[in-house]
């Protein structure tokens, strides 16, 4: 039976863990070896860690990060940043990742998923899709380089574009929301259930556990991921890594699934 799915999003920014808002102001969290051993002892569903600096810098991925964060993990990992080829997803998969992220690669070329579906899985091919809510007529627009590039495409019609081309996945990622804390985007996780048929995973927003539980309820089975919650702690975001205890969490998924 698929289940929901609880995932801590870490941000990369020249070597450290930060959090930022609304994709600006970076703050130093830690150090991200350290954050996968806690989460590996609180036995989280899953880990997204993307490197912010590699696409907007025009850098390859770091490989030698990258096998570092791969040994010492011991749940399902997504790794993004830098990918822009084939070989550089196989690459990454060979050193223990188990699923690599695209996002400005995909919107330049929608024929790399396909590729890259093709060379490693559809189920390892995730697209991230960065997107900010026009402000008049309610549809979304794609940006890439972290939020700083308008794509010029819809949202949704993007994602059901990587679906065609071979992504496994879609992870959506409201700008405006990001680091905010005040909850996910409902409407919009709503809209993207709605037209793929592919696994899906919603970031941006989180700010408690409840907020994670009204996604579930409205929107069924996907990803709820988020970073602030899991880094910080309290109403003056003190820096603690932190995820619900297995007992808290199957509680959480029980009551959201009895929608």
Known sequence: MLRPRIIPCLLVHEGGLVKTVKFRDPTYVGDPINAVRIFNEKESDELVVLDIDASANGVAPDFAMIADLAAECRMPLCYGGGITTVEQAKKIISLGVEKVALSAAAVADPALVAAISDAVGRQSTIVVID???RTFGGKYDVYTHNGTRKAGVNAIEFAQAMEAAGAGEIVLN????DGVMKGYDVALARQLRAA????ISILGGAGSLDDIEDLVREVGVLGAAAGSLFVFKGKYRAV??????????EELVQRAMRR
């Open 174 to 177: 409201a700008i405006d929301r």
């Open 131 to 133: 997107v900010r809510k």
């Open 240 to 249: 603690l890594i932190n995820y619900p205890q297995p007992a808290a969490k």
């Open 196 to 199: 793929v048929n592919i696994p």
